[in-house]
C-alpha cells in the first residue's frame, strides 16, 4: 500500500490542464507558412521533391490533406517555407486543407458548415467507432492516446466504444484497402443515424502514397460526407482533441 | 559474440514451370513463405501440407481467391463451437480475423485469417518512385517500429550504392531504435496492466511511455521518429541540449519504471493472470521459427544485434536477455528487461557519441544503385527481425523488393499460445506479442 503512494507521488499529476493551449516542441510539424514571394522556379523546385503531390505547381499552395509532414520543401528552401508547431490543423472542408502563399491565419473550422445535429445532440457527449483500414497503425495509437492518462479526452465525454451500434460516428484511419473495403461499410451501416464521419491521417484524407493504386478502394469516401479531416502522419492527439472540440461546439476557443 | 551468416538459396525457375517439391514437411519454418510464394506467382509446392492465401494481394493471380472463402480448418462436431471476432476488433486496434474452435471455454485452436491491411507496398518499392517516396514508405510499413523499418530501408540503399554511414550517424540511429524499443515496451506493459484490470500500473506506464515518445518529437517532430532515419544522412542531427534532456528523461523514466514494475509484478492478481498463461515451448518456437522478443522469451537466443550486429552494435557489446518460460509473465518480464538494458545502451552511446566529431551529412536523395545487386538488410526492432531485400536490374532499378515483418514469423506463436488455454485469457496473450497487421499484410 505505502509503496502505491509513494508511486503515486512521484506519478503526479499528468493531465493536460487545458486541452486548447498545451505547448508542444517547437520542432514538431504543424500547419505550414509559405512565404508571399515564392517564385514559380522555387514552387518547381518543392513539387520536384514533394513525395506526396501535395503541392500545387500552379500557386505553391501546400494541401495538408495529402502533405505527409516530411519537411522536405522547408529543409530545401527554409526562407519560403515554414512548418509551425500549430497543430490545430483539423477542418470541416476540404478545401481548408489547403494553405495558399503569404496565408498565415490558423485553420478554424467553418461553423455555418457543420451540421446543426451534431452540436445539438453530441455536445455533451460523443462515442465514436474508429475503422481502421489498411494504415500503419500510428493514427490508431495516438487515437488510443487521446483517451489515456495526458489527454484524457473522456472528461469532455468524447470517447471510443466497442461496437458500432453504440457509437454515434466513426473514425477512419487508412488508405481504405480493397481488401478492408466491405467491412468498413458494414461497420458504417451498424451505427444508428444520425452519425458522422471523420477522417485520421493523410492515408484516410486522401489515400496518401497509396492514392491512385489498386490496392486500395476510396469508393465509401468519395460517397459519404466527411464532417471532420485530421491531417497528419500521423494525427497528433491534440490535432483530433481540438477538430472534435470545435466539431461538437465544445469549450469554444478564442480565434 | 558469435557472428552468423546469412545464407541464400536459389532456385531458377523455369517460366513454364508451376511445381516444385515443398520443403516445409522437413522445415515447417518455411511453411507461409511458401504459401506466399503461392499466392503470388500461382507455384504449386508439392507435398506442403495446406497451400492457404496468406494476405490477398491486389496482384495475386487466382482471382477467385477471395477474403470471404478463405478455406478455414473446421471440425465437425456437436461437442465445439466456433468463435469468430473480427476484422473490427473491440479496440482502436487494426483489422484481422481470428477464429477460435473451443471445447467449451477452452481454446482448442485458433486460425488467423490476414489481409485486410494490404495496400501494395512492396510493388511500390519497385514502381519508379523517387529515393524520397522509398523513404516515406519505408516509415509507413508499421507505424510502430517507424525507425527500426526506415533504418532497415536505409542501410539496404547504402548497400546498393555502397556509401557508408559515419560513426556518430550510426550511434545516433542506434539511440533512436533503442528508444523506439523502450517506448513500445512501457505501452504494452500499461495494455497488459489495463488487461488485468491494475490501473496503477496502466496510467503510469502511460505517462512513462509519452515521455519517451514525446522526447523523439522532441528530437524530430515526430512522436514516432518519422522522418529521423534517411540513407546517407540525417536531418535532425543531435545536439548538446537534446542529449542534456534525453539523459534527464531516461533517469526519471528509469528510476519510476523499475518502481512500478518492481510492484505489478509482484502483486498475486497480476501474477496470477499472467504465470503459465499462454505458454509456447522452445521446442514449438524453433520449429515454427519465433524471432525476436516472442523467441527470447521462451529461451532462443535470437537477437539480430548480436547475431547480425549492424550500425554501431558492430562495435558495441549488449546484453541480450534470455528468458526460459515462454508464458505471458516471461514476454512480459521480459520488455522490464529490454527497457533496463535499453536505458544502459543508450547512456554509453552517448558518451561514445560525444567524443566523435559531428559532422553529419544531410540525407542523399540523389543516389543511383549499382546495377545486378542484390542485398539484404536486417535489424532488430522491437519485436524482432525486419529484413528488407532487394535486386536491381542492369539500369540500377529495383526489380523486386522484399520486406519480412517479425510478425510473419510470429503470428503461428500466438496461435499455438492459446491452445487448450481459456478463451478469456486470449486478450493478455496477444498484448503479450502485441503483433503487427500492417507488418504482416504489407
Keep these: 500500500m505505502f509503496k502505491e503512494f509513494k508511486i503515486l507521488s512521484h506519478h503526479g499529476k499528468q493531465y493536460v490542464k487545458d486541452l486548447r493551449n498545451q505547448p508542444v516542441s517547437d520542432i514538431f510539424r504543424g500547419r505550414p507558412i509559405i512565404a508571399d514571394d515564392i517564385t514559380s522556379s522555387e514552387i518547381n523546385r518543392i513539387c520536384d521533391i514533394c513525395p506526396a503531390g501535395a503541392i500545387s505547381r500552379k500557386n505553391g499552395a501546400i494541401d495538408l490533406g495529402k502533405c505527409v509532414f516530411c519537411k522536405e520543401c522547408e529543409f530545401l528552401l527554409p526562407e519560403k517555407v515554414k512548418f509551425l508547431n500549430d497543430y490545430k490543423t483539423a477542418a470541416n472542408r476540404r478545401e481548408d486543407l489547403i494553405i495558399k502563399p503569404g496565408n498565415d491565419t490558423p485553420l478554424r473550422l467553418d461553423g455555418n458548415h457543420i451540421r446543426k445535429e451534431i452540436r445539438h445532440l453530441f455536445k455533451g457527449a460523443l462515442k465514436l467507432r474508429q475503422v481502421s483500414t489498411g494504415g500503419d497503425n500510428s493514427c490508431e495509437m495516438e487515437l488510443n492516446a487521446t483517451g489515456n492518462v495526458n489527454f484524457d479526452f473522456g472528461r469532455y465525454g468524447v470517447e471510443f466504444v466497442a461496437s458500432p451500434r453504440h457509437a454515434d460516428g466513426i473514425v477512419i484511419t487508412g488508405p481504405v484497402s480493397s481488401n478492408m473495403a466491405e467491412a468498413l461499410n458494414i461497420c458504417y451501416l451498424a451505427v444508428p443515424e444520425p452519425k458522422l464521419i471523420i477522417l485520421v491521417g493523410t492515408d484516410a484524407i486522401n489515400g496518401g502514397m497509396f492514392n491512385g493504386t489498386q490496392a486500395i478502394n476510396r469508393k465509401f469516401i468519395d460517397e459519404h460526407h466527411i464532417d471532420l479531416y485530421v491531417p497528419g502522419n500521423p494525427a497528433h492527439p491534440l490535432t483530433f482533441i481540438n477538430g472534435v472540440m470545435d466539431l461538437i461546439g465544445i469549450c469554444p476557443q478564442t480565434p | ?442
Excluded at chain 2, 497451400?51 to 478463405?70: A, E, G, H, Q, T
Excluded at chain 2, 540511429?173 to 513500445?184: D, G, N, Q, S, T
Excluded at chain 2, 491494475?198 to 515526430?222: D, F, K, M, P, S
Design chain 2, 1 to 442: 559474440m558469435t557472428r552468423k551468416k546469412i545464407s541464400v538459396f536459389s532456385f531458377e525457375h523455369g517460366i513454364d514451370m508451376h511445381v516444385l517439391k515443398s520443403l516445409t514437411p522437413v522445415t515447417p519454418q518455411l511453411h507461409l513463405f511458401e504459401r506466399e510464394i503461392h499466392e503470388n506467382f500461382e507455384v504449386q509446392f508439392e507435398g506442403h501440407p495446406w497451400l492457404k492465401p496468406v494476405r490477398y494481394p491486389y496482384y495475386r493471380p487466382d482471382r477467385s481467391s477471395i477474403m470471404d472463402n478463405y478455406p478455414f480448418y473446421d471440425i465437425d462436431s456437436e461437442e465445439l463451437h466456433e468463435v469468430g471476432v473480427g476484422p473490427v476488433h473491440a479496440g482502436v486496434i487494426e483489422p484481422g480475423y481470428f477464429r477460435f474452435i473451443c471445447n467449451g471455454e477452452k481454446v482448442l485452436h485458433l486460425e488467423t485469417q490476414f489481409g485486410y491491411q494490404h495496400r501494395g507496398i512492396e510493388r511500390l518499392f519497385t514502381d519508379n518512385k523517387s529515393p524520397l517516396q522509398k523513404c516515406i514508405l519505408s516509415e509507413n510499413i508499421a507505424g510502430d517500429s517507424s525507425v527500426a523499418y526506415s533504418l532497415a530501408h536505409s542501410q539496404l540503399i547504402e548497400s546498393l550504392t555502397g556509401i557508408e554511414a559515419g560513426d556518430a550517424l550510426q550511434i545516433e540511429r542506434c539511440i533512436a531504435l533503442e528508444l523506439e524499443r523502450m517506448a513500445v515496451h512501457i505501452g504494452d506493459t500499461a495494455a497488459l496492466c489495463g488487461d488485468v484490470a491494475y490501473q496503477l500500473g496502466q496510467v503510469v506506464c502511460e505517462a512513462l511511455r509519452t515521455e519517451i515518445i514525446n522526447t523523439t518529437q522532441n528530437w524530430c517532430g515526430n512522436r514516432f521518429g518519422k522522418g529521423l532515419v534517411r540513407p546517407g544522412g540525417s536531418n535532425y542531427p543531435m545536439d548538446i541540449t537534446f542529449v542534456g534532456n534525453l539523459l534527464k528523461v531516461l533517469e526519471r523514466v528509469g528510476m519510476r519504471f523499475a518502481e512500478i514494475t518492481e510492484r505489478i509484478y509482484s502483486m498475486p492478481s497480476v501474477l496470477a493472470r499472467f504465470e503459465d498463461i499462454g505458454q509456447v515451448t522452445k521446442q514449438q518456437a524453433l520449429s515454427i521459427g519465433t524471432v525476436g522478443m516472442a523467441a527470447r522469451s521462451c529461451g532462443i537466443p535470437r537477437d539480430i544485434r548480436i547475431s547480425h550486429p549492424f550500425q554501431y552494435f558492430n562495435k558495441f557489446e549488449i546484453q541480450s536477455i534470455i528468458l526460459e518460460t515462454g508464458d505471458v509473465l516471461a514476454r512480459g518480464l521480459l520488455r522490464v528487461r529490454e527497457v533496463v538494458e535499453s536505458i544502459r545502451i543508450i547512456r554509453e552511446l552517448v558518451k561514445i557519441w560525444q567524443v566523435y566529431p559531428k559532422e553529419i551529412p544531410r540525407p542523399l536523395y540523389n543516389y543511383k544503385l549499382i546495377p545486378n545487386r542484390f542485398a539484404i538488410s536486417v535489424v532488430e526492432g522491437w519485436r524482432g527481425e525486419i529484413c528488407h531485400a532487394a535486386v536491381t536490374d542492369a539500369d540500377g532499378n529495383i526489380d523486386n523488393y522484399k520486406v519480412i515483418d517479425p510478425s510473419f514469423h510470429n503470428w503461428m506463436a500466438l496461435a499455438l499460445a492459446v491452445r487448450n488455454q481459456e478463451i478469456s485469457d486470449f486478450p493478455v496473450c496477444n498484448k503479450s506479442f502485441n503483433l503487427s497487421y500492417c507488418g504482416n499484410d504489407l
